[in-house]
């Protein structure tokens, strides 16, 4: 008679354990509690801090390693941007000097996605200073035409352009690169001497051309081999200096957008016509370009490693926490958990491990790159590297795309360890107990 009245309350019961089961936070709050440190579960959890420590690690490595990766790039380009031309016309014939320049600069102006153009002279001289004399490449400008290419001249350490705008300068001005001034001790206002091979054909020869130049103008583009090597002037001066006549060496283009430099440049030479060619920013600086890029996949294979030994230890993890839970998976499965619960149990226990580390990986990881850019920690000999510091550019797209890699690792890894949980068989387990 008690046994008919009992039979809804246990169904009743029974309904609710079921709801309770199939509720969706049951798999996460049980895979929460067997990732929480337990007295008797030592071990496990000890592997388990080491697994977030491990995703934690690679991802923070990943993190530092790519900013410099990428803050190397980043500022070499900048640097030679600011100081190079997007693209070059010069003549095809070597030696050839562009004669009709002021013309070809007017066509090419009106080429679509050309910004602004320059004529420049170049030329390989040997400056004697006080200290030192030093071999230089001198650069005959348009001040004005340059300012529109180059940012190196923008904003001068000391000195002024005023100089090279006065035709009738005497002795003629020249703007000399920070690291030139200091190796040569040619400061601001001295007399400088420029001699270059490249002067008047004699009966007995060439005869090297020389002439004094006063340095009024100090630069400093952040390249070192620019700011060591490179010396300005105005191109009246530069042609007086070797004796030829209104010709420049090339003309110099800004474009709108640096990455279809080569599209453009092609459009450029239909203007300039059969004599001349191009060259472009990613044609000059390929070498240097290809080293870094080349560099930063080797970087992400080799510090991705650090992922793996993390995905061997959630691994390891899940498979004794399979062996030391299989009494409370059979306990699960008896109550009703389905094989599908039991499953993402073990899944977002491995999902969890990924997300924490992940967090802190990213946490630290950026917080480090902030502060070695801000305070410039690790210093570099300029002379090897060209830049003063490591410079430090975390972007967040590789934050997210690292996370996400972590993260999926980490799934990856709860497969093999969940599948087995599902194959406890729960009468097998509770006949002795």
Request: hydrophobic content about 50%.
């Amino acid at each position: 008679m008690s046994s008919e009245p009992s039979a809804p309350r246990t169904a009743s019961r029974l309904a609710g354990a079921d709801r309770r089961i199939a509720c969706p936070t049951f798999e996460l709050f049980v895979a929460s509690r067997y990732l929480k440190a337990r007295r008797k579960e030592a071990v496990i959890s000890v592997i388990t801090g080491i697994s977030v420590i491990g995703v934690a690690a690679g991802v923070m490595a990943l993190v530092i390693a790519l900013a410099i990766t990428s803050g190397f790039r980043n500022t070499l380009q900048r640097n030679l941007l600011g100081a190079m031309a997007d693209i070059n016309v010069i003549p095809k014939q070597p030696g050839g000097g562009v004669e009709d320049w002021r013309a070809l600069m007017t066509r090419l102006r009106k080429v679509p996605h050309v910004t602004a153009v320059a004529p420049a002279l170049y030329s390989a001289v040997f400056l004697a200073g006080p200290l030192q004399s030093k071999g230089a490449v001198l650069k005959g400008i348009d001040p004005d035409a340059e300012l529109a290419i180059s940012g190196a001249l923008r904003h001068l350490k000391a000195g002024s352009l005023a100089g090279l705008r006065n035709p009738d300068e005497n002795p003629p001005c020249i703007i000399l690169g920070a690291r030139l001034v200091e190796d040569t001790g040619m400061v601001l206002h001295s007399i400088v001497t420029v001699v270059s091979p490249e002067g008047e054909l004699t009966p007995f020869g060439m005869r090297p051309a020389m002439r004094r130049f006063r340095v009024c103008g100090i630069f400093e583009s952040g390249f070192f081999d620019i700011d060591d090597s490179w010396a300005y002037t105005s191109i009246a001066a530069e042609q007086r200096m070797l004796s030829i006549p209104d010709v420049v060496n090339q003309l110099e283009l800004k474009v709108d957008n640096i990455y279809r430099a080569p599209e453009i440049a092609k459009a450029v030479e239909k203007v300039a016509g059969k004599t001349y060619t191009t060259t472009t920013w990613m044609e000059q600086n390929h070498q240097l370009l290809n080293a870094l890029s080349g560099e930063k996949v080797v970087t992400v294979i080799t510090i991705g490693l650090i992922e793996l030994v993390a995905a061997l230890n959630i691994l390891i993890v899940l498979v004794m926490m399979v062996m030391e839970k299989y009494r409370d998976i059979a306990v699960l499965m008896s109550m009703g958990a389905r094989k599908e619960q039991i499953r993402r149990i073990f899944m977002l226990q491995g999902v969890l491990i990924g997300i924490v580390g992940s967090a802190i990986g990213l946490a630290v990881g950026y917080t480090i790159c902030y502060l070695a850019e801000k305070y410039r920690w690790i210093k570099l000999p300029e002379a090897v590297y060209s830049l003063s510091y490591v410079p430090f550019e975390a972007r967040w797209v590789d934050g997210v795309w690292i996370a996400a890699v972590a993260i999926l690792v980490s799934f990856l890894a709860t497969l093999y360890p969940a599948r087995n949980a599902t194959r406890i068989a729960p009468a097998e387990v509770l006949r002795y107990e």
